[in-house]
């Protein structure tokens, strides 16, 4: 069987923050008015995306890791690394943190830990996210959580329409209210709650939080990661590298015409966020429009991307590949 571009349909997540602006952006037939999420490139249980075309149509990336492993990395992967989702901040998530492979390992029966990065889709005048925290000690940390200080604790920084933020493992952090964001991510549905505005849920109760591995977890003191875009020109394409981090390769792609290309030693997963265009390749072509997103396997070769529109595009780095 020849590889060939796999487009999936999104697993939809309704949360207590959600809105409906992943219909209102991408037409998205979302579940209620409080969508929150949609694993729009997903194989983690609690919510597997499926292939939307071609021969494997209704199968899941999990079943194309056991019939197919090569196209996706040179070696055999036990378990599918990455995940992407658009989220659809109508209200603040909660402050939360999330563990590194080895204590999600360990505590959350044998889970990947959770780096992430955002690219900010969308974002309301005078939007802000939780980006990490002032405590210089261990001791401070406890003291200020424990006491509810929050004010004291948090650091809360503006964005804007198309900025970008790594959030690595044991980093505080919260979406703000007004907010759509497309995010890359571990593989993994591990959650540590820290503070949750005291708000309470359908049911009438305060949702749960995990002060104790919150702390156990949290790096302390905050470092703010460096981002350094960097933009490349490819005729038709400008590609700007914001991140080349331990668990995953991520870039935006503005393409402006015909750019031809050829695929790594790894999968390349591609969300299109606005415009339209075509992506060919030696067997077929497929239309690609704003909301589409799609996985271009190792082992497609050669492949043209056509038309205008932008995307966030994400791979493994290259000691991923090899492991």
Same mark, same amino acid.
């Given at each position: 069987?020849?590889?060939?571009?796999?487009? !999936?349909?999104?697993?939809?997540?309704?949360?207590?923050?959600?809105?409906?602006r992943?219909?209102?952006?991408?037409?998205?037939?979302? *579940?209620?008015?409080?969508?929150?999420?949609?694993?729009?490139?997903?194989?983690?249980?609690?919510?597997?995306?499926?292939?939307?075309?071609?021969?494997?149509?209704?199968?899941?990336?999990?079943?194309?890791?056991?019939?197919?492993? #090569?196209?996706?990395?040179?070696?055999?992967?036990?378990?599918? *690394?990455?995940?992407?989702?658009?989220?659809?901040?109508?209200?603040?998530?909660?402050?939360? /943190?999330?563990?590194?492979? #080895?204590?999600?390992?360990?505590?959350?029966?044998?889970?990947?830990?959770?780096?992430?990065?955002?690219?900010?889709?969308?974002?309301? *005048?005078?939007a802000?996210?939780? %980006?990490?925290?002032?405590?210089?000690?261990?001791?401070?940390? /406890?003291?200020?959580?424990?006491?509810?200080?929050?004010? #004291?604790?948090? +650091?809360?920084?503006?964005?804007?329409?198309?900025?970008? !933020?790594?959030?690595?493992?044991?980093?505080?952090?919260?979406?703000?209210?007004?907010? +759509?964001v497309?995010?890359?991510?571990q593989?993994?549905?591990?959650?540590?709650?820290?503070?949750?505005?005291?708000?309470?849920?359908?049911?009438?109760?305060?949702?749960?939080?995990?002060?104790?591995?919150?702390l156990?977890?949290? &790096?302390?003191?905050?470092?703010?990661?460096?981002?350094?875009?960097?933009?490349?020109e490819?005729?038709?394409l400008?590609?700007?590298?914001?991140?080349?981090?331990? %668990? !995953?390769?991520?870039?935006?792609?503005? +393409?402006?015409?015909?750019?031809?290309?050829?695929?790594?030693?790894?999968?390349?997963?591609?969300?299109?966020?606005?415009?339209?265009?075509?992506? +060919?390749?030696?067997?077929?072509?497929? *239309?690609?429009? &704003?909301? #589409?997103?799609?996985?271009?396997?190792?082992?497609?070769?050669?492949?043209?991307?056509c038309?205008?529109?932008?995307?966030?595009?994400?791979?493994?780095?290259?000691?991923?590949?090899?492991?």
């Open positions: 069987m020849q590889a060939y571009p796999l487009l !999936f349909t999104p697993s939809y997540h309704e949360r207590i923050w959600g809105g409906t992943l219909k209102d952006f991408f037409g998205y037939p979302i *579940p209620s008015h409080n969508t929150g999420e949609a694993w729009v490139i997903s194989d983690h249980p609690n919510g597997r995306s499926t292939i939307a075309n071609g021969v494997y149509q209704g199968k899941t990336i999990q079943d194309l890791l056991l019939k197919h492993p #090569d196209w996706f990395s040179m070696h055999r992967m036990q378990r599918f *690394p990455i995940l992407v989702k658009l989220l659809d901040a109508q209200d603040d998530l909660s402050v939360q /943190v999330h563990p590194d492979d #080895d204590f999600a390992a360990i505590h959350e029966n044998g889970e990947m830990g959770k780096s992430e990065c955002w690219y900010i889709v969308h974002a309301e *005048p005078g802000e996210i939780v %980006y990490g925290h002032t405590a210089e000690s261990q001791e401070e940390l /406890v003291s200020k959580i424990k006491s509810g200080r929050w004010k #004291d604790l948090l +650091v809360r920084v503006p964005v804007r329409t198309g900025d970008f !933020f790594y959030i690595p493992n044991g980093t505080i952090h919260a979406l703000g209210k007004g907010i +759509v497309l995010e890359t991510q593989n993994s549905d591990t959650t540590y709650r820290a503070y949750d505005y005291d708000r309470i849920d359908a049911s009438g109760r305060k949702r749960e939080l995990h002060i104790d591995k919150v156990q977890v949290t &790096k302390v003191p905050f470092a703010t990661p460096l981002i350094t875009a960097r933009v490349k490819y005729g038709a400008k590609a700007t590298n914001y991140l080349q981090g331990p %668990y !995953f390769t991520v870039e935006k792609w503005t +393409v402006r015409g015909t750019h031809s290309g050829k695929t790594r030693e790894s999968f390349i997963l591609v969300s299109v966020l606005s415009g339209s265009g075509r992506l +060919v390749w030696t067997d077929g072509e497929i *239309p690609l429009q &704003k909301g #589409d997103h799609l996985l271009l396997p190792r082992t497609l070769g050669r492949y043209q991307l038309g205008e529109w932008e995307a966030i595009a994400s791979w493994l780095p290259e000691q991923k590949i090899a492991a």
